[in-house]
């Protein structure tokens, strides 16, 4: 069973959001599998991926907020900055401590997902369908 299931429920009905929601979930589940198998070197470029791929995502929902006027774009993009920081620093003090991943920390990156998808991108997907954004 993946560490995050990622269903229909969780859509936002956008399919670029969508879709890279559904590479976050990857690579997340990629990180939890790493971690299980104790492969320290592969969770850090998996990480690392996993930046990459949020500053992506991001910069798309804020395009889309930006362009169509999203009422929620201030802190919905204060949310993201903070996750974001959050989780290049983490990266960074694990690489200079030598350190891998906790399942703690592993759970913080679930949780937040399913926050921020419940209490912002649902209502910012919403938002974007009715001004035709598919």
């Known amino acids: ?6 269903t229909d429920s969780e859509k936002v009905n ?3 959001i969508d879709q890279q ?3 976050i979930v990857g690579l997340i589940n990629k990180i939890h599998s790493e971690f299980s198998a104790n492969k320290k070197q592969g969770v850090m470029s998996t990480l690392q991926n996993l930046i990459d791929e949020l500053e992506i995502h991001f910069e798309n929902e804020e395009r889309y907020m930006k362009e169509f006027h999203y009422p929620g774009y201030i802190s919905h993009k204060l949310e993201h900055d903070r996750f974001y920081n959050q989780i290049v620093n983490t990266t960074d003090m ?9 399942l703690e920390q592993l759970e913080g990156l679930r949780r937040w997902f399913f926050n921020h998808l419940d209490f912002n991108d649902k209502k910012c997907g919403e938002f974007l369908r009715s001004k035709g954004i598919n």
């Open 21 to 23: 929601h559904l590479t």
């Open 94 to 102: 694990l690489k200079k401590e030598h350190h891998n991943i906790s």
């Open 14 to 16: 956008v399919e670029s």
């Open 1 to 6: 069973m993946p560490f995050i299931e990622f």
